[in-house]
């Protein structure tokens, strides 16, 4: 078997260490190198793991074989770009990058460059998602509901609850029903700071008489994360978080729905973390050094963004 890819993380704070565990128990990678600016915290997390602390990517040795950036969103774009015009293939954590502008000049170095370049939305590789999509294929799909429900939390304080977490259920409604929205409407609560939402819901409406609910909440005293989706077939449901998946019977054997029949049979999933499966495929496309084969490309993460900027553009008009 060839050696262990030698990965760096950067970032050392709760994203990055689940990076660096889900790294270390992977097989074929190894986290060589954990990089923050803060450098206690880096080489805290280093012993750990047995990695090498470094303070600055300016520090990275040529032996690194491919970064996961995990810093806060604002910082994605400079360092994302920095990282890349050095020919290293990168996992960037979603979201890609805040602005459009900062979107297009990471993908402008990362063709450049012409090495695998991934986003982190790790629910794509939820085994519930990947089920959902191979029971929705071939389906014309009516309406979708989301919600994804989080106690509030002093950790995400740079980025609303739009590009935090509803981001994710935008990005599987785009995926799984393979359309984008011809107009958006949202509405949404600032708690904590004035102008950031902590609290926001979306309709989504993709003409043909197609829709999709979204809320997304970190203000809750409870975690959801659910995802429905209609089609003209059945009803189709996800929890993200016990990965169980549930159908009408009309939906999963192709039979013609009546509508009587509201039973929801349970999907066989084969359940598993999304990380592992995540990590696993972006270190393929090192291996095999085809930029087209990570799992979320830069330029499909801009889908699901465009969408979370119409929504926080309409946030911020309702406020002023």
């Not at 929205?181 to 949404?188: L, Q, Y």
Request: proline fraction near 4%; charged fraction near 20%; glycine fraction near 8%.
């Amino acid at each position: 078997m060839s050696a262990d890819l030698r990965l760096a993380v950067i970032g050392a704070g709760a994203m990055g260490a689940n990076h660096v565990r889900t790294l270390a128990g992977l097989e074929g990678a190894t986290p060589a190198y954990i990089v923050d600016a803060d450098l206690t915290r880096a080489q805290a997390l280093a012993e750990t793991y047995g990695a090498k602390a470094l303070g600055d990517i300016a520090d990275l040795p040529p032996d690194v074989q491919g970064v996961v950036l995990a810093t806060t969103s604002v910082t994605h774009a400079a360092l994302g770009q920095a990282l890349l015009a050095r020919g290293l293939p990168c996992l960037i954590e979603k979201p890609l990058a805040v602005t459009r502008a900062e979107c297009d000049l990471l993908i402008a170095t990362a063709d450049k460059a012409g090495v695998p370049v991934a986003v982190g939305h790790v629910e794509r590789f939820n085994p519930a998602i990947q089920k959902a999509a191979e029971v929705l294929k071939g389906q014309k799909v009516l309406m979708a509901e989301a919600r994804r429900l989080n106690p509030g939390s002093a950790r995400i304080l740079d980025t609303d609850v739009v590009i935090d977490l509803m981001v994710h259920d935008l990005d599987a409604i785009l995926y799984l029903t393979g359309a984008d929205p011809s107009a958006i409407s949202a509405r949404g609560l600032a708690r904590n700071k004035p102008g950031v939402a902590d609290h926001a819901s979306a309709i989504l409406d993709f003409g043909g008489g197609a829709i999709a609910t979204v809320t997304a909440s970190r203000m809750t005293q409870a975690r959801v994360r659910e995802l429905l989706i209609q089609t003209e077939n059945g009803l189709l449901t996800v929890n993200y978080l016990t990965q169980e998946v549930k159908a009408n019977k009309a939906l999963l054997d192709g039979s013609t729905a009546d509508g009587s029949d509201l039973t929801l049979d349970t999907v066989p999933v084969v359940q598993g973390h999304s990380l592992p499966h995540e990590l696993g495929n972006f270190c393929a496309a090192i291996r095999t050094g085809k930029p087209e084969a990570v799992g979320v490309s830069p330029r499909e993460a801009l889908r699901a963004l465009s969408t979370v900027w119409e929504i926080q553009r309409q946030l911020a008009a309702s406020w002023a």
